[in-house]
């Protein structure tokens, strides 16, 4: 199976597919939407090729996920976790929209400034993460370049500074 760009209403439709695939009883499921998913339902970009969540799938969310695929030829993997190992330490999922508020599942929308995070993250390896940098950067509020730099430091602890960070954000600015 291709894979098949989802716009925002494609999105909100299949996820909402999904959460009436699941059996009516049994524990709520969350994901939280990150990447460019978000960035589609925000109107930042016109579509992107999966939805990302930091929330783990278990398998029985993954089961109707696989069955909302099969049903409109999507990739198996148009919704996945892949994310999930990135999710910034300073995430905090009580600042979450709620996107889609189901009996079985509820899809949150990530912080734009946690997921400009994750993007600068992510930009160090994958030059396509670039354009939504940019995208991201005014619906942000940051005061300053600095200010980024500092919040994705905080945000990822753990890595190894990097000294051309702090001249790669303002270009992003501008």
């Known amino acids: 199976m291709p894979d098949i760009p989802l716009n925002a209403s494609q999105i909100l439709a299949y996820l909402s597919e999904v959460a009436d695939a699941l059996p009516p009883t049994g524990p709520r499921h969350t ?3 990150v990447g460019g998913s978000l960035l589609a339902l925000r109107g930042l970009r016109q579509s992107t090729l999966d939805v990302d969540t930091v ?6 969310l993954a089961d ?4 909302v695929a099969r049903v409109h030829d999507l990739a ?3 919704l996945n976790d892949a994310s999930a190992p990135f999710r910034p330490q300073t995430f905090v999922q009580a600042d979450c929209e709620v996107l889609l508020d189901r009996p079985r599942l509820l899809v949150l929308g990530a912080p734009l400034r946690q997921v400009f995070l994750m993007k600068l993250f992510a930009a160090r390896v994958r030059a396509r993460d670039y354009d939504d940098l940019v995208a991201l950067w ?4 940051f ?4 200010e980024a730099v500092e919040l994705y430091r905080d945000a990822y602890p753990h890595e190894a500074e ?5 001249e790669y954000v303002p270009g992003l600015a501008d």
């Open 55 to 60: 929330a783990r799938i278990e398998a029985e």
């Open 138 to 141: 005014p619906e942000c509020g």
């Open 76 to 78: 198996p993997a148009w």
């Open 64 to 67: 109707a996920v696989a069955a």
């Open 162 to 166: 990097d000294p051309y960070l702090v």
């Open 143 to 146: 005061d300053s370049a600095e």
């Open 31 to 33: 994901i939280v939407v």
